[in-house]
């Protein structure tokens, strides 16, 4: 056992390494040559893969721990990026109170989905995520 633990330590250095120098060592053009006005699309792209990477630790911890295969997490990661948006838009509000209150909202709209959706198991729990999921893409293209 504590060789496994031992591998385990090693192996979470090694990526907080790598995910520290990443920026780095994957920067794709020098700063100093032609191309490197193509490297501004480069901290969107890293923030994407962090933005799913969270989103797939999501689904991992409800699938991989407790069996419930869940169509409704892209629902909660659009109501998040949703309700920033229009904070940012309508609120003018700076980026971290509305990144707070736009987690406060996912929450509550996923307590909400959770208390109708998790009294049911198995095929009817997948399929009650996918209608929410259905629903809040719909609203989401809407008029709104």
């Not at 794709?28 to 032609?34: I, L, N, R, W």
């Not at 892209?74 to 229009?86: D, I, R």
């Amino acid at each position: 056992m504590l060789g496994t633990k031992a591998k385990d330590t090693t192996l979470l250095i090694v990526v907080a390494l790598m995910t520290m120098l990443a920026p780095f060592l994957l920067n794709p053009f020098p700063a100093g040559s032609e191309l490197a006005q193509f490297n501004a699309g480069y901290p969107d792209l890293m923030q994407r893969f962090v933005i799913f990477g969270i989103f797939a630790i999501g689904f991992n911890i409800l699938f991989g721990l407790t069996g419930y295969l869940s169509f409704g997490h892209a629902a909660f990661l659009g109501v998040g990026s949703y309700s920033a948006v229009w904070m940012f838009k309508l609120l003018s509000m700076n980026v971290i109170p509305a990144i707070i209150l736009s987690v406060i909202v996912a929450g509550l709209f996923s307590l909400v989905i959770g208390f109708v959706s998790l009294r049911r198991s198995g095929i009817y729990f997948s399929i009650l995520t996918l209608a929410f999921a259905q629903m809040s893409f719909n609203l989401a293209y809407s008029v709104l």
